[in-house]
């Protein structure tokens, strides 16, 4: 029942949500997408997360020969920029509001999923929470990364006129790929 709540509260964030799909499935997927939506531009992704290293989603991409920016490589920062998609993961997410919770520290740059005009994210379904105020009760139990990022769509805002605009103060695209356990 969360997955399908989550999925609905996606679509009415303007979000595209794909799956649930199996781990192999969503690497496929979640690869295609980030090439698709990066237009040939390089590929933002962290180095210490754990889901997408279990996917081999570095190696699904450059097996497609898709350009890759590493939070690791000596260029992050004046490269950044640059980058068509930026690919991460979420600790956690709610599905009332289809908002993920994504941690950002030493090697998984918050810049992976603000920066980029377009932004891949895995959420394991296992993940879900019901409500937004079930996440938060979670993440205040446990240590926290230097930076947690409570995303819920592309970036919007309406400081400009009161017209609502979209991706002024990030990404203009969210996808969702959802992962099973």
């Given amino acids: 029942m969360v997955v399908e709540q989550f999925i609905a509260a996606a679509r009415e964030n303007r979000m595209t949500a794909h799956g649930p799909l199996t781990r192999s499935v969503a690497a496929t997927v979640a690869a295609e997408r980030a090439i698709d939506l990066a237009q040939g531009r390089p590929i933002a992704m962290p180095t210490n997360d754990d889901a997408i290293e279990a996917l081999g989603l570095a190696d699904a991409l450059r097996e497609r020969g898709a ?29 009332a509001t289809a908002t993920m919770a994504i941690p950002c520290g030493p090697g998984r740059p918050r810049g992976t999923h603000i920066v980029p005009p377009a932004h891949v994210c895995l959420v394991r379904i296992g993940s879900i929470l ?29 400081d400009l006129e009161m017209r609502p605009t979209i991706g002024v103060h990030g990404p203009c695209t969210v996808e969702v790929v959802l992962v099973t356990d």
Avoid: K, M, Y
């Avoid at 590493?70 to 600790?91: K, L, P, V």
């Avoid at 019901?130 to 926290?144: F, R």
């Fill in 67 to 95: 350009p890759v920016l590493r939070a690791d490589d000596e260029h992050w920062r004046s490269s950044i920029g640059d980058t068509g998609c930026g690919i991460t993961s979420a600790q956690l997410a709610a599905a």
């Fill in 130 to 158: 019901p409500t937004l105020e079930d996440a938060l009760a979670l993440v205040s139990d446990t240590p926290l990364p230097s930076n947690l990022s409570w995303v819920s769509g592309p970036s919007r805002t309406a």
